[in-house]
């Protein structure tokens, strides 16, 4: 079989881009790493799509705005988790523009994608009376 677009990429962005251009440590690869595996359970689970024909041109804001719903909703994850998966495949797509820039209309709808506002703790100050 031959390896999509979206592999080579994803593959070459997390053991070569990451570590060796960034030299981002090894549990940020991690992160990333785990992000694109729930990824891509999302996109095989739910959205019934073929894991070994995944293109990059298949990857839209709507794929990635269904994911991102699903790991609140379906894991049950808060939304600063979701926050940090969107900022990996923010990290992802920033990354693409630059190496296939043929898709970067694409890649820009998915970099638009806003973090979600999580409620801050309220501080309350004691005065001493």
């Known amino acids: 079989m031959k390896p ?3 592999a080579k990429a994803l593959t070459h962005y997390l053991a070569v881009y990451l ?3 960034r ?3 090894s549990n940020t690869i991690k992160s990333y790493r785990d992000t694109f595996k729930l990824f891509l359970l999302y996109c095989k689970q739910d959205c019934n799509l073929s894991i070994e024909r995944l293109s990059l041109e298949r990857i839209d804001k709507t794929l990635i705005l269904g994911f991102l719903e ?3 909703k379906v894991r049950i994850n808060s939304v600063s988790t979701r926050n940090q998966r ?3 495949i923010h990290g992802f797509y920033r990354y693409l523009q630059l190496e296939d820039p043929v898709g970067l209309l694409s890649y820009q709808k998915i970099l638009s994608i806003p973090i979600k506002k999580t409620q ?3 501080i309350n100050h004691l005065t001493d009376a």
């Open 4 to 6: 999509t677009d979206f």
């Open 120 to 122: 801050q703790p309220t």
């Open 19 to 21: 570590p060796g251009q």
């Open 86 to 88: 969107l900022a990996c």
């Open 70 to 72: 699903w790991l609140e």
């Open 23 to 25: 030299n981002v440590s």
